[in-house]
């Protein structure tokens, strides 16, 4: 095997002017399991509606899916960029998550507003995310949980207004 094959990624000493970098990195961590488990589900109910909402819920789901989706990737790599790994453990992602599934098969009101409260769950540890990073001088990751808690709170607002309905 190619001594290239070998090699194990590990932390490494990022010497931006953050403090305690490994307190940021946790906080993304932990966003960055609630946002794939947010994901699978978004998309589990996405395939699964049934209704006169089908339509709404199935294009509003795949928006956010795909928002998510691409988000996964812009927090795992702001954790790198801190000098720290990213989660690789599926358990891991699944325990450090606070999404949560409903027991037996949701209607379609019932999705949207599981949904909601998921996104709002999200938003606000994001907002606990920003000042973790404000108060250890990382403008970078404040903006970047900032512009998640937005996408959060209006993806609520939308499944909030569709299970009203």
């Known amino acids: 095997m190619s001594e290239a094959l070998k090699i194990i990624p590990t932390d490494t000493d990022v010497k931006t002017g953050i403090r305690d970098s490994e307190a940021i990195a946790k906080g993304l961590a ?14 589990a109910y996405h395939w699964n509606v049934e209704g ?10 795949e928006e956010q899916y795909g928002d998510m ?8 790599e702001r954790i790198r960029a801190l000098g720290h790994l990213a989660p ?6 699944v325990e450090t998550s ?19 409260g998921d996104h709002e769950r ?14 250890r001088k990382d403008a970078v990751t404040a903006d970047l949980a900032t512009a ?8 609520a607002w939308m499944l909030r207004s569709i299970a009203a309905a």
């Open 98 to 116: 606070v999404i949560t599934d409903l027991d037996g098969t949701p209607s379609a009101g019932d999705m949207a507003s599981d949904l909601a």
């Open 148 to 155: 998640r808690a937005a996408f959060h709170e209006k993806a």
């Open 88 to 93: 690789m453990k599926i358990a891991d992602i």
């Open 30 to 43: 932990d966003i960055l399991s609630d946002t794939y488990s947010l994901l699978l589900k978004t998309h």
């Open 69 to 76: 989706f691409e988000a996964t990737d812009v927090l795992a």
């Open 122 to 135: 999200v938003a606000h540890r994001l907002r606990a995310l920003i000042e973790i990073a404000e108060a």
């Open 52 to 61: 006169p909402l089908f339509y709404a819920m199935h294009n509003l789901t």
